[in-house]
């Protein structure tokens, strides 16, 4: 659905442009390019390798009409998850909570103000749609690690993660992903 596409465009580079404002220095190089960190996972090669370090990912959920709204465009909802994990900035991996912190909040800021414009960016230069894209605040899962602290965290009887993630990555890393809803105005008109 072409429509929902320019929603998704919009909140994504929003969030691009709004990391690089709020920290120019995490940049990732995807697709021979070096840009901010916030990438779409459905957008990237199947080849890519595993998700990087210190970068965010967004991956697209259900959409669905939201029911209830008054005029003739459709209300719609996307779910979304932005997941992202850090190793630390040193060796011993003794900072990987402070990253995460860091990245909690580059994502809170990010995510201020909750509403972009909605942009058509399959034209140059971009078209103004004259609508909103807007988004509630990200609900944050608990952070998780994966290496040693696995045992750990099993045997204090924590909350049971996601296996095939963790079986994938035994590498010390501590993740995060937060979930939100991305609302947008539909071109179709309801009947």
């Known amino acids: 659905m072409v429509y929902m596409q320019f929603a998704k465009d919009s909140f994504f580079l929003a969030l691009q442009q709004r990391l690089a404002g709020l920290n120019p220095l995490r940049v990732v190089t995807a697709n021979a390019a070096t840009v901010p960190a916030v990438l779409v996972s459905e957008n990237l090669p199947p080849s890519s390798a595993e998700p990087q370090a210190n970068a965010f990912y967004i991956e697209w959920g259900t959409a669905k009409v939201v029911a209830g709204h008054a005029g003739d465009a459709a209300l719609m909802s996307v779910a979304c998850v932005i ?3 850090s190793l630390g900035t040193v060796p ?14 580059e994502l809170l800021g990010m995510c201020q103000p909750p509403h972009t414009e909605k942009m058509d960016y399959t034209q140059a230069p971009a078209a103004d749609l004259g609508t909103s894209v807007f988004w509630d ?7 998780t690690t994966s290496g040693v ?3 750990t965290s099993a045997y204090q009887g924590r909350a049971t ?3 095939m993630y963790e079986q994938a ?5 501590v993740e995060r992903r937060a ?5 947008f105005f539909s071109e179709v008109t309801l009947l």
Request: charged share 30%.
């Open 161 to 163: 993660r996601r296996a």
């Open 169 to 173: 990555y035994q590498d010390g890393r």
């Open 149 to 151: 602290e696995d045992n």
């Open 179 to 183: 979930q939100l809803t991305v609302f």
């Open 92 to 105: 011993s991996m003794v900072d990987r909570g402070r990253v995460l912190g860091e990245l909690d909040n």
């Open 83 to 85: 997941s992202y994990y």
């Open 137 to 143: 605040q990200p609900a944050f899962e608990e952070a």
